[in-house]
């Protein structure tokens, strides 16, 4: 069966460095979302990607996140200068033809920022 | 702004019993409501997803039912197995993708 894929599983770095966490949806889907998740608290979302743009961001997506799809297959978030308030779990997901079909999540990585 | 709320935020039952997760959200105006399982450190499996023209959806023992106009959705879960256990997250698309609730702890016990 068809799985969202995310690399790396875990990411450690240093506070003020540049993360790029990656993302593989399933091959046939249109939309692509990045949500995170702190300790303890809830999914939230960030950013929704559609059509080689980004269709929604939340408050939380701020100039220090960006995201791309620099091929066919890849969708990354990338985190410019990283603080410790960035350690959360990053989950991507992505949707099929419609954006309110099913969303199917990847294993998520775990970014620990020290 | 939407909010989420899951009833009880922990659940221990011994198995075998049928049991209901409550979720509520404040706005109705959602597309569609969805249910995910998430273990321990793990990612969110998709279980249901209901579309707000819908009142159920079942699959295997799982059935989910949607009250659009009063903001509630219950996912009730029969003859409940260790392998259940699990969080389980509710989630809503209205004006913003997918705001989740902090889900519900379940523990079946053997």
């Known amino acids: 069966e068809p799985e969202v894929t995310q690399t790396p599983s875990h990411q450690v770095t240093q506070m003020g460095q540049e993360v790029i966490l990656r993302c593989v949806p399933i091959?046939?889907?249109?939309?692509f979302y990045w949500y995170r998740q702190i300790l303890g608290q809830k999914v939230e979302f960030l950013v929704s990607?559609?059509?080689?743009?980004?269709?929604?961001k939340s408050e939380i997506f701020d100039d220090q996140f960006s995201v791309e799809r620099p091929d066919g297959s890849n969708f990354t978030l990338k985190i410019r200068s990283t603080k410790l308030e960035d350690s959360a779990m990053y989950f991507c997901?992505?949707?099929?033809?419609?954006?309110?079909?099913?969303?199917?999540f990847g294993p998520g990585t775990r970014l620990t920022v020290l | 702004k939407q909010e989420v709320t899951q009833i009880p935020a922990a659940l221990s039952v011994p198995e075998g019993e049928n049991l209901v997760l409550n979720c509520s959200f404040t706005?109705?105006?959602?597309?569609?409501l969805q249910w995910f399982r998430q273990d321990p450190g793990k990612g969110l499996t998709s279980l249901l997803l209901?579309?707000?023209?819908?009142r159920e959806q079942t699959s295997g023992r799982l059935n989910a039912s949607l009250d659009k106009s009063s903001g509630r959705s219950t996912l009730y879960i029969a003859a409940s197995q260790p392998g259940d256990s699990a969080t389980y997250l509710c989630?809503?698309?209205?004006?913003?993708?997918?705001?989740f609730g902090k889900g519900t702890r379940l523990s079946v016990i053997a």
């Open positions: 997901a992505s949707s099929g033809t419609t954006s309110t079909d099913t969303q199917y």
């Open positions: 209901i579309q707000s023209s819908q």
């Open positions: 706005d109705s105006a959602i597309y569609n």
């Open positions: 091959s046939n889907h249109l939309y």
């Open positions: 989630a809503v698309w209205g004006n913003t993708p997918l705001v």
């Open positions: 990607f559609y059509n080689n743009e980004i269709s929604e």
